[in-house]
């Protein structure tokens, strides 16, 4: 077994295919750590990478060939850190994995969050904790599919665990992140329908399955 594995072309790379990545990434993965089709690793570290969501090895054992599949993160959110003045793309779980252009002005299909805190914030980090980013990304969407005007969304102080949007056309909008806010689609479409909306000052919904408002 010995001999067959390291000495007979049984077990030698043929080839390494890459699929995904860039360019720079894919010519890094193609070279040979070793010629055994058996002890071949990535010559990386994924952590070294973290625009690099999967890393997945194959080996063909027929054609004698690596194949390597890579899934890139997908650019979600801008998580803008207004004490530095530093952006920051977030993926769909909250992991900052390359810088961002600092934005400002009105959207309308809201992908920007304007953070206010002290913290500081490094790539290959996650903005919140799992459960809390996924609220906050609940009610990111819900603001996109009532088609609502953002200037921005801000998180003012983190231990409150709470954001607000500022909105160009409407009153305040206040969500918590400690549960979804689904539940405050309703009460949005009906404020938005009255004559009440842009009179209001803030419409408020900290408390689960509840609705505050102001003029």
């Known amino acids: 077994v010995v001999y067959l594995v390291w000495f007979t072309p049984a077990f030698q790379i043929q080839a390494i295919e890459i699929n ?3 360019p720079a990434q894919q010519e890094i993965l193609k070279q ?4 055994n089709l058996l002890f071949w690793t990535p010559p990386i570290n994924q952590k070294d990478y973290p625009q690099i969501a999967k890393l997945e090895v194959k080996r063909n054992f027929v054609e004698r060939k690596i194949i390597v599949n890579l899934e890139e993160r997908q650019k979600e959110i801008i998580w803008c850190l207004e004490k530095t003045q530093q952006c920051l793309w977030v993926d769909n779980t909250g992991f900052a994995f390359t810088p961002a252009p600092f934005t400002t002005g009105t959207l309308v299909e809201v992908k920007v969050v304007r953070d206010y805190s002290e913290r500081e914030i490094k790539v290959g980090e996650n903005v919140l904790p799992p ?3 996924e609220n906050l990304k609940s009610a990111l969407d819900l603001l996109v599919e009532l088609n609502l005007p953002v200037n921005e969304v801000k998180i003012e102080n983190i231990d409150y665990k709470e954001a607000v949007a500022d909105l160009s056309s409407g009153p305040d909008i206040y969500f918590s992140l400690l549960f979804d806010s689904g539940f405050a ?6 404020l938005k329908a009255s004559n009440e909306w842009n009179v209001l000052r803030y419409v408020d919904f900290r408390v689960e399955n509840r609705a505050y408002y102001s003029q």
């Open 185 to 190: 689609r309703d009460v949005i479409e009906k």
């Open 20 to 22: 995904g990545g860039t």
């Open 131 to 133: 459960k809390n980013f």
């Open 32 to 35: 040979k750590t070793t010629n």
